[in-house]
């Protein structure tokens, strides 16, 4: 099993940035995906959660707005975008395998720096 995210990213507060993670190893719509964050010097934050089986998403009341999983099931990737950005939300972002209550299987996470 793997999950591969996209490379670092440097963004201008106010952009958007789309983070991409593939899988492989295992059947995509058989697990949800969720979303985490670690900034600088702070724990993990759950971002959400996509069912990539049927695209259904529930999402961190923090993100509410500024947030979009989406799921592709011919590349079997999931993909987080978030917009506005701002200088709070410079972090590594990864994505990660749910199995029931844990997760199992993590990618490798992705820089996201926003800065101007």
């Known amino acids: 099993v793997q999950l591969v995210q996209s490379g670092a990213d440097l963004r201008n507060p106010g952009a958007s940035v789309k983070v991409s993670c593939k899988v492989s190893g295992y059947t995509f719509t058989s697990y949800y995906i969720d979303w985490v964050r670690q900034a600088p010097g702070q724990g993990l934050e759950w971002m959400g959660r996509?069912?990539?089986?049927?695209?259904?998403?529930k999402y961190a009341q923090k993100f509410q707005g500024r947030v979009t999983f989406t799921a592709d099931t011919s590349t079997s990737t999931a993909y987080v975008e978030l917009s506005s950005l701002r200088s709070e939300d410079t972090a590594v972002y990864y994505c990660?395998?749910?199995?029931?209550?844990?997760?199992?299987?993590w990618g490798q996470g992705t820089q996201v720096t926003v800065s101007s």
């Open positions: 990660v395998r749910r199995r029931g209550t844990y997760y199992d299987y």
């Open positions: 996509i069912d990539p089986e049927d695209g259904a998403t």
